[in-house]
C-alpha cells in the first residue's frame, strides 16, 4: 500500500502529539468546566463550605476555548489521516455550544454539542489507528521489498563469487605456463576459447645447459636444485617480461613460443631479443657459479614458422603446448648450439633482415628432418 507524497510531508512537519489525545484532552477538558460545577459543590460542601460563587462568563469562555483545543488535535490529527469527518463533527459541536450558551441556553442542545465533540474525538482516534496501520503495512512492504532485494543480491552475489572463483581457478592454471600478465589478458579477452585447438604463426625458442649431465654426476643433489632453480627463475621471468609462453620445462632445458596466445607484431625480433637478454642473464649467474667449479655454458636455437597450439593434457594436469617443424627445427638447433650460440633458421634470418648481425653456418643435417637446412649464428642486433 502506497502513502502518497503529500502525506509524507504531513507527518514530517505535524506536531509530535500522541495520536487523537490532544483532542481527547480538549473536549474532556470542556466537558468538565461545564458539568464539574455540581461534582466540585458536593466535594468542597462535605467539608463545610458554603456559597461557593462561580463566573458563568468565565466558565462559558473555558468551554468553548476548551472545545477550541480539542478542534486544533482534529487539524493537526486530519494532516495525517487526511480524513474530514471528525474535525467537522467537532467543528459542529463547538459552534453547538456557543450558540446556545451566547443565544438561547438549553442543556439538551448544549449536550449534544458535547456528544458531537467526544464521537469526533473517537472518530478521530479510529482514523489515527487506521493511518498508523497504513504506515506499518507499508513500512512491511519495504521491508518486505527490501528483504527479496537483499536475498537477489545474495544470489547475485553468490553467483559473483563463484565465477569469480571459477576465473582464479582458470587463472591459476593459466599461470603453470603463460605470464601472470599474459593468463588475465587471455581470460579478460577470449576466455577457454583461446587455449583450444588452432594454428597459428610463432617464434619457438629452446635453450639449456651444456655440461649439465656432467655436472649433476659430480655434485650433490642439493647443489644442483640450486642451479636449475636460479636457472629456471631467470630464464622464466625473461618469458614473461617479454611476452613468451613458457611451453614446458624439462630439466635444464625450457621451451618458450612467441606471437601466442599473446600476440606481438614481430615474433622473430622479440624471441631475438629474449634469446639475447637470457645469454647475458646466463653469463651473470655462470659468473658466480664458476667460483664453485662448475663448469656450464648455455645454447639456444630458435625457429619460426606455423605450428598448431592448444590444450594437452587432463583436468588433473595439463598444458598450452605447441606442436609442429617448427618446433623440432628450434629444438634441433638448440641441440647443435654451442656454449654462448644462438643458432637461427633461414626464415628467422629473412625476417630480421638486416637488423641483426649473423654468421651463416651453412646447411646442417638435423635429426629428425628429411633435408639439410640453412642454420645461422645469431650474434647480436644491429646497432
Known amino acids: 500500500m502506497h502513502i502518497s507524497s503529500a502525506n509524507d510531508a504531513a507527518i514530517a512537519t505535524a506536531p509530535a502529539v500522541p495520536f487523537g489525545i490532544l483532542a481527547y484532552v480538549g473536549a474532556g477538558a470542556s466537558v468538565f468546566v461545564c458539568y464539574g460545577k455540581v461534582t466540585i459543590l458536593a466535594a468542597i460542601s462535605a467539608f463545610g463550605i458554603q456559597d461557593v460563587g462561580f463566573n458563568p462568563h468565565l466558565q462559558a469562555a473555558l468551554m468553548w476555548l476548551l472545545g477550541l483545543v480539542a478542534i486544533y488535535g482534529l ?200 634469446a639475447l637478454a637470457m645469454r647475458a642473464r646466463f653469463e651473470d649467474l655462470n659468473h658466480e657459479w664458476k667460483k664453485h667449479g662448475y663448469e656450464l655454458g648455455l645454447g639456444i636455437g630458435i625457429a619460426s614458422g606455423y605450428a598448431t597450439l592448444g590444450l594437452v593434457g587432463d583436468e588433473d594436469r595439463f598444458d598450452y603446448t605447441a606442436n609442429g617443424n617448427v618446433v623440432n627445427l628450434a629444438s634441433r638447433l638448440c641441440d647443435e648450439a654451442d656454449d654462448g650460440q644462438i643458432l637461427i633458421n633461414h626464415r628467422m634470418r629473412v625476417a630480421l633482415e638486416d637488423r641483426c648481425e649473423v654468421d651463416k653456418i651453412g646447411e646442417l643435417d638435423l635429426k629428425g628432418l628429411s633435408k639439410p637446412a640453412p642454420v645461422y649464428d645469431l650474434k647480436r642486433l644491429a646497432e
Open 75 to 274: 487539524y493537526s490529527d486530519r494532516q495525517l489521516h487526511r480524513k474530514n469527518y471528525p474535525l467537522v463533527l467537532g467543528i459542529a459541536g463547538v459552534l453547538v455550544i456557543m450558540v446556545t450558551l451566547y443565544t438561547v441556553y438549553d442543556s439538551a442542545i448544549e449536550g449534544s454539542g458535547y456528544i458531537l465533540l467526544v464521537v469526533a474525538a473517537v472518530l478521530n482516534q479510529n482514523a489515527r489507528l487506521f493511518q498508523l496501520k497504513r504506515e506499518v503495512e507499508a513500512q512491511a512492504e519495504v521491508l518486505s521489498r527490501q528483504t527479496d532485494e537483499l536475498s537477489r543480491l545474495n544470489r547475485n552475489l553468490e553467483q559473483r563469487v563463484g565465477e569469480q572463483v571459477d576465473e582464479i581457478d582458470k587463472l591459476a592454471r593459466l599461470k603453470r605456463f603463460l605470464a601472470p600478465e599474459v593468463a588475465k589478458i587471455v581470460l579478460a579477452d577470449r576466455g577457454d576459447s583461446m587455449l583450444q585447438s588452432h594454428r597459428s604463426y610463432i617464434a619457438a625458442l629452446f635453450c639449456d645447459i651444456r655440461g649439465f649431465t656432467r655436472f649433476s654426476e659430480t655434485m650433490e643433489p642439493e647443489e644442483v636444485m640450486d642451479v636449475l632453480q636460479r636457472f629456471h627463475q631467470g630464464m622464466g621471468q625473461l618469458a614473461a617480461e617479454y611476452g613468451g609462453t613458457i611451453d614446458h620445462r624439462a630439466g635444464d632445458g625450457l621451451m618458450i613460443f612467441f606471437n601466442d596466445p599473446l600476440p606481438c607484431d614481430e615474433p622473430e625480433l622479440t624471441a631475438t631479443r629474449t
